[in-house]
T-cell receptor
Framework: GAVVSQHPSWVICKSGTSVKIECRSL??????MFWYRQFPKQSLMLMAT?????????EQGVEKDKFLINHASLTLSTLTVTSAHPEDSSFYIC??????????????FGPGTRLTVL | GEDVEQSLFLSVREGDSSVINCTYT??????LYWYKQEPGAGLQLLTY?????DMKQDQRLTVLLNKKDKHLSLRIADTQTGDSAIYFC??????????FGAGTTVTVRA
């Protein structure tokens, strides 16, 4: 249980185009989903917190008009990188929270999406 | 990840025990986590510990928590080549957000 998928797993696009990444919780309903960005050999940087039916909460320094997040249902959140540029090239990882026995909400991570902008 | 610190590299011989250390700063963290990341993949939850516990064991994994010193460790017994990966320590902060360490790259040599 607690499987999170992302699609696509990798994408190469031209500068100026927009790219949509999907994050799905396959066998549970996620109260909250998170979007992270990871640079090579570095830790995960939280970009935004996404709750179903409401606007995402962005971390300081993350442009909300650049990284559009839509949380359409309890099992699907999408991240759209608009007008992508080479500096947006990165590994994007989503996570979905699930309540465990004992009451804690634990994050389960997707496999990540490698974005390369030429 | 500046609030959570980990050593960056660990090399261990196959069959030996690995110990990965982590220090954190937020004393109000209720849960602390260990995640494993293999090359090109997302993070896999290995184990977690509630802040009022000192130790948790799960098969080959043992987590020790020293809340006074804000020190967390992960011990992997009988380390195998499949254990080679990056291991992230994380503490829960507001609204169930996680703050991650920089990750410890564990290399298992034959």
């Amino acid at each position: 249980g607690a499987v999170v998928s992302q699609h696509p797993s990798w994408v190469i696009c031209k500068s100026g185009t927009s790219v949509k990444i999907e994050c799905r919780s396959l066998d549970f309903q996620a109260t909250t989903m998170f979007w992270y960005r990871q640079f090579p050999k570095q830790s995960l940087m939280l970009m935004a917190t996404s709750n179903e039916g409401s606007k995402a909460t962005y971390e300081q320094g993350v442009e909300k008009d650049k990284f559009l997040i839509n949380h359409a249902s309890l099992t699907l959140s999408t991240l759209t990188v608009t007008s992508a540029h080479p500096e947006d090239s990165s590994f994007y990882i989503c996570s979905a929270t699930r309540r465990l026995a004992g009451g804690t909400d634990t994050q389960y991570f997707g496999p990540g999406t490698r974005l390369t902008v030429l | 990840g500046e609030d959570v610190e980990q050593s960056l590299f660990l090399s261990v011989r196959e069959g030996d025990s690995s110990v990965i250390n982590c220090t954190y700063t937020d004393s109000s963290s209720t849960y602390l986590y260990w995640y494993k990341q293999e090359p090109g993949a997302g993070l896999q939850l290995l184990t977690y510990i509630f802040s009022n516990m000192d130790m948790k064991q799960d098969q080959r994994l043992t987590v020790l928590l020293n809340k006074k010193d804000k020190h967390l460790s992960l011990r992997i017994a009988d380390t195998q080549t499949g254990d080679s990966a990056i291991y992230f320590c994380a503490e829960s902060i507001n609204d169930y957000k996680l703050s991650f360490g920089a990750g410890t790259t564990v290399t298992v040599r034959a």
